[in-house]
């Protein structure tokens, strides 16, 4: 499947993942109130959070090595036995800690003790979550591009069905042992579509292993890791700046415009995760890997000035529908905001070559420096220019970061 087919598939997906999302917060919101909602935000953040820490950092090197060892299977399945190894280690740290905790962390993290049980129930379904992520990741890295678009079409409508009915039934308590569940469920259904696939086999996760495998999904865990903090940390440090430097409403018009960009990000994103990440991986000649990289740029370029265009042209419709008046401030905000994003597409498809050849240090390195320069420069042009320097800031940031990333590519891979 080539790469225009697969945007096309990729996007159909993400849109279905986005509705879905309004529609469960709409609903979630409607049974439980703003004080529910809260909650199960901070619910969300936690599932991430475990997540992230019980092995979805290893999404990335599980879909490039298994791409990059598609003739070199037994290389392929001793990193799929030391991935499930580090998986199993870490979630049984893990559920030992938010069960026998649980009214703990309830009581940090949702001010109460009545939610101890969702996180009990959370920790014996999260193993499942990550398996689940786990092989997801290993159907990307095999170009099986209709089952991983099916499988994460299939977890946004379970999710969207399991949210919605428990929440209209049970209220709350149901919002959050949905959201504590529903991937535990899509794995099944995941088992079910690939069990009969040649590769999937018992066996073949169960490899010996050697310290050099465990080397390189950690030096991928680096790159999941520090691009994970860097994004977060900056987008935290510039919401700060510009509540103590200018107002809350004002930066909650920012993070209107931020949260609305990344939904618009997120439609080129899966496209490149899906096709151009495994596809990379496993090219190893240089001339193909330019050819390819070419081809991605003539079609994924056009596609993000398309949707950057409408979102601009229709940013008073957004508005009106997604948000109040109170946000009206952010309409000033979307050119700057749209060509920047352009720009950072541009970059991203220079940086998932550099992903896709293992070059950790030099990705782990520009994620830290182009996260430090995004909030120099937004502290310096916020003082300067107000709300909208804090856009000026990304797009500048953006147009260095995609310099940076062409040079590199030229004088490092190419």
């Keep these: 499947m080539n790469l225009l087919k697969t945007s096309i598939l990729s996007g159909i997906s993400t849109l279905i993942r986005i509705i879905s999302g309004v529609i469960i917060t ?12 809260a909650v199960i935000g901070q619910l969300q953040n936690i599932i991430s959070l475990a997540m992230l820490l019980t092995g979805d950092f290893l999404k990335t090197a599980t879909t490039k090595y298994t791409a990059e060892y598609k003739e070199q299977e037994q290389n392929k399945y001793k990193i799929w036995s030391s991935a499930l190894k580090i998986i199993i ?12 905790f ?34 997801l990741a290993i159907i990307n890295g095999q170009k099986d591009i209709k089952r991983y678009i099916f499988l994460n079409i299939t977890l946004s409508i379970v999710s969207l069905l399991l949210v919605c009915l428990l929440s209209y039934f049970y209220g709350i308590t149901g919002s959050l042992i949905a959201y504590a569940t529903n991937q535990s469920i899509v794995f099944f259904i995941t088992i079910f579509v690939v069990k009969n696939q040649p590769w999937f086999k018992v066996k073949y996760f169960f490899y010996k292993t050697e310290l050099s495998q465990y080397k390189k999904l950690f030096g991928f865990a680096l790159i999941t890791f520090t691009s994970i903090i860097a994004s977060n940390g900056s987008v935290f440090y ?14 909650g018009n920012w993070q209107a415009m931020w949260s609305l960009s990344q939904i618009s990000l997120s439609l080129i994103t899966m496209s490149l995760a899906t096709y151009l990440l495994p596809t990379l991986s496993h090219l190893k000649s240089k001339v193909l890997i330019n050819k390819e990289l070419q081809a991605a740029i003539k079609i994924i ?30 309409r000033d905000l979307f050119f700057w905001q749209m060509i920047g994003n352009s720009i950072k597409v541009c970059g991203w498809l220079y940086g998932y070559v550099l992903v896709a050849k293992g070059m950790v240090k030099y990705t782990v390195s520009t994620e830290i420096i182009f996260a430090l320069i995004w909030c120099f420069l937004s502290s310096y042009l916020i003082d300067i220019y107000g709300l909208i320097g804090a856009i000026y800031a990304f797009t500048i940031n953006a147009l260095l970061h995609s310099i940076a990333m062409f040079l590199v590519y030229k004088f490092k891979v190419n």
């Design 89 to 100: 280690f870490l979630n049984v740290v893990v559920f030992f800690v938010f069960y026998f």
């Design 301 to 330: 370029m056009p596609i993000t000035l398309i949707i950057s265009s409408v979102i601009y042209v229709l940013r008073d419709v957004i508005i009106m529908i997604l948000y109040t008046t109170e946000f009206t401030a952010m």
């Design 238 to 251: 510039i919401r700060s700046y510009l509540i103590e430097n200018l107002s809350p409403a004002l930066a």
């Design 102 to 135: 649980s009214d703990e962390i309830s009581t940090y993290f949702l001010k109460s003790t009545e939610f101890s049980y969702v996180f009990k129930v959370f920790s014996i379904s999260l193993p499942f979550f990550v398996l689940n992520s786990f092989l």
């Design 26 to 37: 709409k609903v979630v919101a409607t049974f439980t109130g703003p004080a529910g909602l």
